[in-house]
């Protein structure tokens, strides 16, 4: 037996914690094979009972007592957990061990067994254990406990476990949660795994023999339920995950001692039958009757363990604990349905389907999953299906996709194996999944799609049957297209087809009967494929096209693995070698029957498969032929159709097919030179008869030259046609529509695409290389003579004209820019235009009064559609223009107009105008500030124009100005060193700005601008402290005495914008409020704002005295209060100046002062060190900044 163990005081259990630390920290133990674990484990069985009863279960000794005396003895020893923590190889081995080992000694044999689970928990304490004597003693409830020792640090819970009650000690820090279950690591990936297939090998090897010895199952669930009510997490999961496996493998038993008592069942009933007196008849009921009193104490178990285990912590708080119950409770109901797959055990499930966590939620719905998969545990699930069907239905929603997919799934084998289980109306809840944006919950969909639409019309079809096969297609594609048609999504047809690709994939590429079912002239007896049916047909052909050529989800559809295998790969290359053998003789036909009369929808998707092509086939099938029949087909197409769409769709046709790799190439270009031969000839005849007969050139003559420019300008974007020289022609005709203006609006504004595209084709080839000198310069010339005509098509009388001339133009600098140029081949830099300031005035001028117009005035009438096409055009013309700024090809001063528009129309215009102020401060800090306080002066002098002397700082167009400096200042993010030079720059500017223009009604008044100072207030957070200062000395130089005494409400700006230049220390104790016009003014005597005033000065200066100098790139060139004083004197007889020099010879003193060591106190480490964050130039720059001579 077990002695008594006492409870360890505070040094031994320190002493034992050690140890068992250092026992789990080898390394070198945890490297060992399975052969030396084995091996130890039979040295242990080869030991003595003595020996045994003497080795440790750790890595340590363990102290016993034995003969009334104590022995010590060392004996290598592997215990259980270190084997499931190592692998599992020779866990079946150490299983054995471990059984003879309880066969001759069961109470040692058991300790491990409970010291196993105490170590898998995370324990690195102390368990002992003494023997339970009495049943009725009353402290055995008193010592059932769980509580912290405060003197100790250390953790105890006690607990009976049958014959003993157990007492664990741990420390305090097992708390944290780190334990087996949850560590990570090389050593512990695997140690779930392990710990679960140790359990299930126990049981399995047990099975027969001590499993039911009313001993070790009894002491173990004892065990086990004692540690799932620990208040410890690491207790609690470890216990509950090996009850739930524990659980588990006593069903496998249950089911094996069922197999057992049937074939006892049936040998008896064989005996009795038998006529003859058979002796074995006793036997055999006496092994029925011990089966099933083996069978009734497995059943024991496991009510003992659901009672006690899973009805506790099915709930628990922990969610992967949770997760671990209802997951076996599925697997139980699967295995033992008869016993599990009730009312009673299924209510569990639908409880948790509720659950806050997705793990959990997901562990239920994978459990039904595979229940709903066996149609005879559906016929014991009507219940829990009418109970707990609308709630599966609502998580296809589930904010987790995985749920939702799980949840698609259990719907689907729902309609399968379940009679009427969901209505029409539940499965129109799903069908629209089939375009979810997340491609697992869309396959799932697509799944329980296609077994409502086709599968349960029919069953499979036997492949020998070929005729019958097609004719279930057809049926299928016809079922499919109807469908499509009727859903929501009915312009998503890629999404549909990559949806169905895994389950439909046979049917989505028999595109034999997609082709037969388009081509087939129906009979007067079968109903007729309509004109929608076919477009929304070909849609489908075309997105399984795509989806067999690439294998790629559409865009927007997120992709689960974006490397393709080896295999893939293979498939894809079939496919598109397959559909390439088809359509190369089957797309000529349908071109030749749509093209015609079929749908523009049809032309243009019809149009698309070629680019899908393996062109090598027709050199490889010798098919060139049908090639030639494909390009005639197409050319029908050019001459009869004039949509832009179809255009391009036939140039892009054409690209494709005319790849120089391909050994068609020679066969295409042979027909395109023959087709633009034929458009350029014509267009050359029309052009020729319109400059002659001039006003008497009819409508159809008129629309016959529309149609083949635009022909030719489509083809001209893709294709390289500059050797028809069209430049000239489409130059004589911009010219004529210039003097005479007979020319219509759509052929000007073809005539500017043409001639725009021709250029682009030139200076491609000039960058290349492969153009003579001569068509260099020609090639300069004819950019600058366009850029001209277009500068003139900006006062066209159409709207569309000047805007189309406006987007090519700017097109045009921007490509010829010096930037552009310079980054690209040294052939093309000598081209870099620069527009004159003429013309950059009348682009800045063009976007003002196309852009800038509020819609409310001009789209009362218009509905919203026509109103979003407008604003588009619009946004286009603004970006255009924007580029030209952001790549210098305009002068940056330009942008202040556009800046100035961006709180006014920030909801239309407002990202644009954001993206280039963040781009042009990139470019150049101290310009984009100019620029910044150029737009702020334009709006306040238009809002001074505007009110007069009726414009006041609380009226709405200020706070609007106001508003807008605000949003500027917050662009220039919260480094504010490096915006410094910027800073210092703008406030420079809007100081003079403010003191510039004298007030009309006398010099007591203050300047007329001197509110604005209230708009620069704005961005003085943007200054470093040492910045304001100096900024604060400028402000200073253009303040008189007689402004410092004056308190009036006008002169609220300039006290307003000093306070917000001083620092706290420093504040001039001027009282004011600039945000609310009722607010109290505190007023004072003229003598006592002069008094303050100098004593502000004085401070000042004393400071400077004291050593609190700045450095020379921060400082003010004045250098006493008496030479501003002489200043203000100075002022006072000539008025304010709108240009004052900063004295240099200030500047140089205290840069002098500053250089000088001796004076720089420690109060000075601060502003030094913020100064030397930047670098040795900003000294030089700042003061040219703030040095209005250099300006």
Known sequence: MIADAEMPGRDSCQKENESHSESDNDLENQRRGSQSTTASWKRRRDQSEKSRRRSSTTRSCRKIRSNGRQQQDEVEAVTLFEVVRMGKSAMQSVVDDWIEEY?????????????FFIQCSGCRGMVTAEVFQNMHSPDIRR??????????????KKFMVYPWILNVTWPIEMDSGDYPLTMTGPYWKKFKSNFCEFISVLIQHCQYTIIHDEYLMDTVISLLAGLSDSQLRAFRHTSTLAAMKLMSALINVSLSL?????????QCEVEKNNRSHNRGLEALVQKKAEILEKQENIENLMDAIFKGIFVHRYRDALFEIRAICIEEIGIWMKTSSDRFLTDSYLKYVGWTLHDKQSDVRLKCLIGLVNLYSDKECCTKMDLFTCRFKDRIKSMILDKESDVAVQAIKVLTLMMQNCDEALSSEDCKQLYHFVYSAHRPVALAAAEFLHWKLFCSQDSEVPDEVQERKDTQHISHLKTLVNFYLQSEGCTHSAYLVDSLWDSSAVLLKDWESMTALLLQDVGPEEEAFTDLQKAALVEIMLSSIRQAAEGLPPGGRCLGKKVQMGKERKSHLDDRAKLTEHFIVALPQLL???ST???KVIKLNLLQIPQYFDLEVYSTLQLEKHLNTLLKQIKEIVEQEVGSEVLEFCSKAYLFLSKEELAAHEQ???AKSQLFDQLVGKFNLLLKDFLHKGDRFDEDESYQMWSTLKRITTFHNAHDITRWNLLNSTCKLLKSGLEDGNVTEPIIIQAIKCSYFHIMWQLSKVSEGISPQSMQVL?????????????????????VVREQAFVILCDLLLVFSHEVLSSGHENIEPFAYVPEASLQSELVAFVMDHVFIPQDNENVNKDEECKVGILHNRRNLLAAFCKLIVFSVVEMDIAADIFKQYIKYYIDYGDIIKETLSRTRQIDKIQCAKTLIQSLKQLFSELVEAQGSNATRWSQPFISIKDLARRFSLTFGLDQLKAREAMSMLHKNGIEFAFRDVNAKGTNQPPSNLAFLDILSEFSTKLLKTDKRTVFYYLERFITDQMAVESGEEWLPLAAYRRSLLDSRDDDTTSTSSGDPSSPVQHSSKAASLKRRHQTEDSVSNEEQKGKSLPSFLMSPLTSTEHRDHERHARRGRGYTKETAMDQDGLQSLCSEYNNPTIMGNNERTVTEEAAKSPGSDFDDLNEVLDIDND
């Not at 066969?103 to 010291?115: E, F, P, S």
């Not at 010592?143 to 105890?156: N, R, S, V």
């Not at 069922?258 to 049936?266: D, G, I, T």
Request: proline fraction near 0%; include cysteine.
């Open 103 to 115: 066969k001759q000694d069961r109470n040692t044999a058991l300790l491990d067994i409970i010291l």
């Open 143 to 156: 010592k059932m406990t769980e509580e912290f020792d405060e003197e100790t640090g250390l953790q105890y």
């Open 779 to 799: 090639v300069g010339k004819q950019m600058r003579g366009f850029c001209y005509i277009c500068r003139r098509y900006l006062t066209n009388v159409s709207n």
């Open 258 to 266: 069922r197999v057992q008592l049937h074939n006892a069942q049936r």
């Open 592 to 594: 030749a029957k749509f």
């Open 668 to 670: 295409v270009e042979l």
């Open 597 to 599: 009369h079929g749908e």
